[in-house]
């Protein structure tokens, strides 16, 4: 609570630095911001080619896998993308710590801000998507969607939770950035991203092992509500909110550690 507190009487420079890395990542760029919508979009066509030509995954009922595909990624996108950008916020803001003094917790949480506008950016593509898709007879339009904000809460804690450890952490361990990218890949397939644990036939181990992954419930619970058109049963949700509570507050355990030492470290 004391680094929420912090965030809120510094808000001003919290909301300055946001612009500041938004900017900074566009500048000199000729499509700028639709960079947030294509981004996403490009990855989603990736990933469609190759699943539905080569691998041709089976749904019942006939469900549209790119808009399957698309309300796994984009939850997944914020928090890979923030967990990546996080492992560098402190290096390379180093001087603004040192020489402001402000505190270290602005940092990551500039670094979540900044995804999260992204995120909120590619969701509007999502329900055109949907609607095009309604419209066009191949999938109902899941008035769910309306939960989209709730089920993004646990999405949220786990990547403040991630983004705070892996941002002091990263400081002292240079080289878990190295490491980073290899562990959110083995994180990315072992969640119900590409696949649905309903339709997927693997050995019982590794099923069991899949279901037990945390990330799992919030897969579902967000895919629920942005495309199936379930609102979910609340133990999905109280599940998937206890993982966001303990991810974060594990995060910022770990944070408050090193917290001292981050100016010197950098």
């Given at each position: 609570m004391r680094a929420l507190g912090l965030l809120w009487r510094h808000r001003a420079?919290?909301?300055?630095?946001?612009?500041r890395e938004l900017t900074a990542r566009y500048r000199a760029s000729l499509l700028g911001f639709f960079w947030s919508l294509l981004n996403p979009l490009l990855l989603l066509a990736v990933y469609a080619?190759?699943?539905?030509?080569?691998?041709?995954?089976?749904?019942?009922?006939?469900?549209?896998?790119?808009?399957?595909?698309?309300?796994g990624l984009l939850p997944w996108l914020f928090l890979s993308g923030t967990a990546l950008d996080a492992s560098v916020t402190m290096v390379d803001n180093g001087p603004l710590l040192a020489k402001v003094m402000c505190p270290p917790e602005i940092f990551p949480a500039v670094t979540?801000?900044?995804?999260?506008?992204?995120?909120?950016?590619?969701?509007?593509?999502?329900?055109?998507?949907?609607?095009?898709?309604?419209?066009?007879?191949?999938?109902?339009?899941?008035?769910?969607?309306?939960l989209i904000p709730a089920a993004l809460v646990p999405w949220l804690l786990v990547t403040a939770g991630v983004a705070s450890a892996v941002s002091a952490l990263s400081v002292h361990y240079r080289d878990l950035r190295d490491l980073l990218g290899h562990l959110l890949n083995l994180l990315f397939f072992?969640?119900?991203?590409?696949?649905?644990?309903?339709g997927l036939e693997v050995p019982p181990a590794l099923r069991r092992a899949l279901v037990l992954n945390p990330l799992a419930p919030l897969v579902v619970?967000?895919?629920?509500?942005?495309?199936?058109?379930?609102?979910?049963?609340?133990?999905?949700?109280?599940?998937?909110?206890?993982?966001?509570?303990?991810?974060?507050?594990?995060?910022?355990?770990?944070?408050?550690?090193?917290?001292?030492?981050?100016?010197?470290?950098?």
């Amino acid at each position: 609570m004391r680094a929420l507190g912090l965030l809120w009487r510094h808000r001003a420079l919290v909301a300055v630095l946001v612009r500041r890395e938004l900017t900074a990542r566009y500048r000199a760029s000729l499509l700028g911001f639709f960079w947030s919508l294509l981004n996403p979009l490009l990855l989603l066509a990736v990933y469609a080619v190759v699943f539905t030509s080569i691998f041709q995954p089976r749904f019942p009922g006939g469900e549209p896998y790119p808009l399957f595909l698309f309300a796994g990624l984009l939850p997944w996108l914020f928090l890979s993308g923030t967990a990546l950008d996080a492992s560098v916020t402190m290096v390379d803001n180093g001087p603004l710590l040192a020489k402001v003094m402000c505190p270290p917790e602005i940092f990551p949480a500039v670094t979540v801000a900044s995804h999260l506008i992204h995120l909120l950016l590619a969701l509007p593509v999502l329900l055109l998507a949907l609607a095009w898709s309604a419209a066009a007879g191949w999938h109902p339009f899941p008035w769910t969607v309306v939960l989209i904000p709730a089920a993004l809460v646990p999405w949220l804690l786990v990547t403040a939770g991630v983004a705070s450890a892996v941002s002091a952490l990263s400081v002292h361990y240079r080289d878990l950035r190295d490491l980073l990218g290899h562990l959110l890949n083995l994180l990315f397939f072992a969640s119900p991203i590409i696949y649905s644990l309903d339709g997927l036939e693997v050995p019982p181990a590794l099923r069991r092992a899949l279901v037990l992954n945390p990330l799992a419930p919030l897969v579902v619970v967000f895919r629920d509500v942005a495309f199936a058109g379930r609102a979910g049963s609340p133990a999905d949700w109280a599940i998937a909110l206890a993982v966001g509570l303990v991810v974060w507050s594990l995060g910022t355990w770990v944070f408050s550690r090193y917290r001292d030492t981050l100016v010197e470290s950098v």
